[in-house]
């Protein structure tokens, strides 16, 4: 150690041993750098890093060493040999190629073994390079020292590339410090390890021609070694960018730049960890009321339009603690942290606000409104996945309650859907044991009474519950995917039932959105007509307007090819929908049935008679006949066949039923006409 000091103090230019050492530690730091990169890139790309990464380092090494070598007082006359000079460059450079990929291996020991390939490569490159150096006299070697040269460079460069396993500011400090002390560990300890016995006294090279030497070649390996970490930094700046722009969108919706479901989940479990203050948390689900109405009324470009507006309307009232998500469609979520009730009372009643508000477009105005549910961390739950899945359904049940107001969660939400999810395995056993019935309810034409057919209505007669109603099985139906196969056993048994009926009356059978939409529709009818033996003109299909307003084209399709096996198809519940007379205009319907609402209340508003009379003109006037539905009074009864509909359906004439309908009482009932009517009719 003495020794090693005693060449360094002595026989050395501290000016230009300084030098050497800033190009050293330089030279490492933009090792470091680019050996970053070299670990982040992968194929052709890591083998190219790698190459630049071993030029830094070689002509790092070398300018170190020939710089230190400048600083070397030497008593003889000195000559440098250049292709020697050059090949210690290039050796480095070869050595540490292999050296930094195995360094950047993901194997366990890798990082040390590429390490030491380097450290190594700095020492063969020592080594040639005092060859070329060619002193006028007899240069012998203490080879402890040169072993220990060696061996220091090979241990500082293993744990330099050892600490790099990690990624940190520290680390690579670390690293760059360990690399450093590699270099001139190896460097000044191999120096020592020379003793030359001069045969000629003489200065060498003059003090001046050495320090130009060692600042040119400080200056040019500044430039090689810039460029090399410039272009990793520039790389890495790129790469950074790009990683933020796909966490970005990994973590936002696309479409409002909120928060996603992912970012939304992350944020809850973050703070449960740090509640930062808020004793209380809670998690509310929003889904838009009206929303469908605005995209089938004025395109999706307008619902998009809506929920941008939404969003930006619903991020500029977030306060501290606050935090809003759109998880896909027309449903957000929203996240506050709160100290008292208050806070989130004060909240909710600012996102209420928010969705109330209109909104008011170039080409539209909408009013939208929320359906709201919202669970409470402290009561309802201890993680994410449980606190979205009851927020959710507190929203569900605001929505199956038609309310605008917010819906806290409860145990008993949890004991209705464990009943919901029964009774649609309950409604699957049925359907494949084919448990359901068909009950009939008859429709008459005006003003003869003649029954003109009947409806096929389903019913479920439960094992435990008993009979439940359509409007609870339907829509069950619809949520799980059952619609499809309940509505091809229902077309299939009313066709075989009515071809055994004593007469041919027509059979009408209401056909579902979903299963317009199935594109096995058109060939289901046809098998069950040919295996029933049904005349197709006995059968009718009834459809709702929302179900053409999905997929228009498709839907139209669909009903031409029905229409063309000779099948009717009838308009139901007409005025109810969002652009009945554009449907009308689009499709020749052989029926419209106008919707019981109307008819509940034409016996007391006017309004709802001129309603009445617009259609029952509507379809004179396209010649399609009109059938008025929930026909119960005899007033009604009276004001339908005043007001020009061909034919009417509901209980004042017959309730649905297994059997069939008795004409003559039917008739019978369609000659009624109550005293007062029949005078209001006069006037």
């Known amino acids: ?35 970053h990169r070299v670990r982040a890139a992968a194929g052709l790309s890591r083998t190219g890093w790698i190459v630049l990464a071993a030029v830094a380092t070689g002509t790092m090494v070398w300018a170190t060493h020939f710089v230190a070598m400048m600083a070397f007082r030497a008593t003889a006359p000195v000559v440098l040999d250049p292709i ?14 292999p050296g930094l990929a195995l360094a950047a291996s993901d194997r366990r020991h890798a990082p040390a073994i590429g390490g030491a390939v380097v450290g190594i490569g700095v020492s063969v490159m020592h080594y040639i390079g005092m060859v070329a150096y060619r ?24 744990a330099a590339f050892h600490v790099l396993r990690g990624r940190s500011r520290w680390r690579s400090l670390g690293a760059v410090g360990l690399l450093s002390v590699a270099v001139a560990s190896l460097h000044f300890t191999g120096m020592a390890a020379m003793d030359i016995a001069v045969l000629k006294m003489g200065e060498g090279l003059s003090s001046l021609t050495m320090v130009a030497l060692a600042v040119t070649t400080t200056v040019a390996t500044c430039i090689i070694v810039g460029c090399a970490a410039i272009s990793a930094l520039i790389d890495g700046h790129t790469q950074s960018e790009s990683y933020r722009r796909l966490r970005q969108m990994a973590m936002h919706d ?20 740090i509640r930062g203050g808020y004793p209380c948390m809670a998690v509310i689900m929003m889904d838009l009321s009206r929303f469908k109405v605005v995209n089938d009324t004025y395109g999706h470009q307008a619902g998009d339009q809506l929920l941008v507006a939404l969003a930006a309307r619903l991020a500029a009232m977030l306060r501290p603690g606050e935090y809003v998500a759109r998880l896909g469609g027309d449903e957000f979520s929203a996240l506050v942290s709160y100290r008292d009730r208050a806070e989130l009372l004060d909240f909710l009643g600012r996102v209420t606000a928010a969705f109330d508000a209109p909104f008011v477009f170039e080409r539209f105005t909408a ?8 669970a409470l961390a402290q009561v309802d739950g201890g993680d994410a996945d449980a606190l979205l899945a009851k927020a959710d359904l507190a929203m569900y049940r605001a929505k199956s309650a038609h309310s605008n107001e917010p819906c806290f969660y409860d145990s008993q939400m949890d004991d209705a859907l464990k009943a919901r999810r029964e009774l649609i395995a309950d409604l699957r056993t049925a359907l494949e044991a084919e448990a359901f019935e068909l009950h009939y309810q008859v429709q008459a034409a005006i003003p003869s009474g003649e029954i003109s057919g009947y ?21 069950l139906a619809e949520k799980s995917g059952d619609i499809v196969p309940l509505s091809i056993w229902v077309i299939r048994q009313a066709c075989f039932e009515a071809a055994l009926w004593p ?62 096996m000779g099948i009717a198809i009838a308009l139901d519940d007409f005025g109810v929908g969002y652009s009945s007379l554009d449907v009308l205009r689009s499709f020749p319907f052989d029926r419209i049935k106008l919707d019981a609402s109307f008819v509940a209340e034409i016996e007391h508003d006017e309004q709802a008679v001129s309603i009445l009379r617009s259609v029952a003109a509507l379809g004179t006037t ?3 006949p009109v059938l008025a539905e929930g026909v119960e009074q005899a007033a009604q009864l009276s004001i339908v066949s005043r007001e020009g509909c061909s034919a009417v359906q509901g209980y004042l004439i017959g309730h649905p039923s297994r059997a069939l309908a008795d004409a003559e009482q039917v008739r019978q009932t369609m000659s009624l006409r109550p005293h007062a009517l029949e005078e209001l009719a006069v006037s």
Request: glycine fraction near 4%; proline fraction near 4%.
């Open 1 to 35: 150690m003495m020794r090693v000091l005693s060449c360094l103090t002595q026989q050395h230019d501290l000016r230009l041993v300084l030098l050497a050492v800033l190009i050293c530690v330089i030279g490492s730091a933009a090792t470091v750098q680019l050996f």
């Open 84 to 97: 020697l000079t050059l090949v210690s460059l290039l050796a480095v450079i070869l050595l540490a190629v």
């Open 135 to 158: 002193v006028d006299g007899i240069v012998t070697w203490e080879q402890r020292y040169v072993v220990a040269s060696v061996v220091l460079a090979a241990g500082f460069g293993a």
């Open 254 to 273: 696309g479409l409002t730049d909120l928060p996603n479901r992912t970012s939304f989940i992350q944020e809850i479990e973050q703070r449960f960890q």
């Open 367 to 374: 009013a939208i409104g929320a359906n709201i549910g919202i």
């Open 455 to 475: 409806e096929a209505l389903i019913r479920w007669r439960h094992p435990t519950q008993g009979l439940i109603p359509p409007s609870i099985f339907i829509p």
């Open 503 to 564: 007469n041919r009356h027509i059979i009408s059978v209401n056909l579902s959105p979903v299963h317009l939409a199935d594109p096995r529709l058109v060939e289901t009818v046809r098998s069950a007509l040919a295996d029933s033996g049904l005349a197709p003109e006995r059968l009718t299909l009834e459809l709702t307007e929302s179900a053409i307003i999905h997929d228009r084209r498709f839907a139209l399709e669909q009903l031409r090819a029905l229409k063309a």
């Open 622 to 624: 396209l010649n399609i």
